[in-house]
């Protein structure tokens, strides 16, 4: 009989075995991501995103061929996509969005020919663009934006040479006014986020280099502060992995005070990080469960995190995908 019942516990030891590990596995990380009705404008990456009360919007973009101007509202209640009135001006790529309590506005970008600096403002109440003060700075691509108290935010990026210089947007005014350059290296294609009245820049590249520097912005002051380095930069545990922050056309999305950036990295990628500003310290959240992929674009409704768009190679995505990140992973959603 003993010997019997070693060999059911010697046969049932690797399905346990492997159970567990399963369920270790999928429960290591915090998040599950949920996917919502695809994007019905053309599959596309590089495009631009922003949210005027409940409603997302998606615009521009490439989509292997050509350069973009139409746009797109979500309805996060309804889950549903409306076309709306196409951006009026050139079709780009690389252009970057903000968004003030009623209206959205879209900023250089490139339109297969030259590097843009006009200024696009929407009224999502009457479907309407209108031309406003085109970017002092010069024609570009691959910029950030953010915006704080219903100002507008843009600096670095690519037009010709790597930069760093910083704007502010009045919207009331119609004015620009240059502030304090990004403080450490230039950079293009990097993250821009605001998250409790600061602006924040991390990630990006200068001539090949992936950058590992990451900045405050206070617009109070009109100063830079540097926050802790997202590289392996101590003999301590926490940031061991965090050379895995730093690459390109990543998106973050901001819930509950916290901060989540996903995809793009080095390559494509599927790799999510929180952020929390209380303590200046990363975490891994459950993976992205679309495909890999770059140049996707995100944003937030309502303490809703959204991730949409990109590209895999020349591959093309259309599809919007939903993170919560406080809820257990769920392979079924």
């Known amino acids: 009989m003993n010997k019997f019942l070693f060999l059911i516990i010697l046969l049932l ?22 996917e919502r009705s695809d994007f019905e404008g053309v599959p596309r990456s590089d495009a631009v995103s922003f949210v005027v009360g ?9 989509d292997g061929d050509d350069q973009l101007k139409d746009f797109w509202e979500y309805d996060v209640n309804r889950d549903t996509w409306m076309q709306k009135a196409d951006l009026p001006a050139n079709a780009r790529n690389g252009a970057v969005a903000f968004a003030t309590d009623q209206k959205g506005y879209v900023c250089t970008g490139y339109d297969g020919n030259q590097k843009l600096n006009d200024l696009w403002e929407f009224d999502p109440n009457t479907n309407v663009w209108v031309e406003k003060t085109s970017f002092p700075g010069s024609g570009r691509y691959g910029a950030i934006s953010f915006s704080i108290s219903n100002k507008g935010y843009i600096g670095s990026g ?19 006014t240059q502030k304090v350059s990004i403080r450490g290296s230039k950079r293009r294609n990097a993250i821009g986020f605001a998250l409790d009245g600061k602006g924040y820049v991390c990630t990006g590249v200068d001539n090949g280099s992936y950058e590992s520097d990451f900045w405050e912005y206070d617009p109070l002051m009109d100063t830079w502060t540097e926050k802790r380095s997202i590289s392996n930069a101590t003999d301590e545990d926490f940031d061991n992995d965090y050379s895995s922050i730093v690459g390109i056309n990543k998106v973050a999305f901001v819930i509950d005070g916290k901060a ?10 599927v790799t999510v990080w929180e952020w929390d500003p209380t303590t200046d310290l990363w975490i891994l959240k459950t993976d992205f469960e679309g495909t890999d ?31 919560k990140p406080f809820d257990e992973y769920n392979e079924y959603d």
């Open 13 to 34: 030891f690797p399905f346990f075995f492997v159970s567990c590990s399963k369920s270790d596995s999928e429960s290591e990380y915090d998040g599950n991501w949920i």
């Open 54 to 62: 409940n409603y997302g919007y998606i615009g521009t973009g490439y």
């Open 158 to 176: 690519y037009d010709g040479n790597y930069l760093k210089d910083f704007w502010e947007y009045d919207p009331s005014n119609d004015i620009w």
């Open 260 to 269: 989540y950036l996903a995809t793009g990295g080095t390559s494509t990628s």
């Open 293 to 323: 992929r770059i140049e996707a674009v995100a944003f937030t409704i309502s303490g809703r995190g959204f991730v949409a768009t990109g590209r895999n190679s020349s591959y093309f995505f259309d599809d919007i995908w939903e993170f």
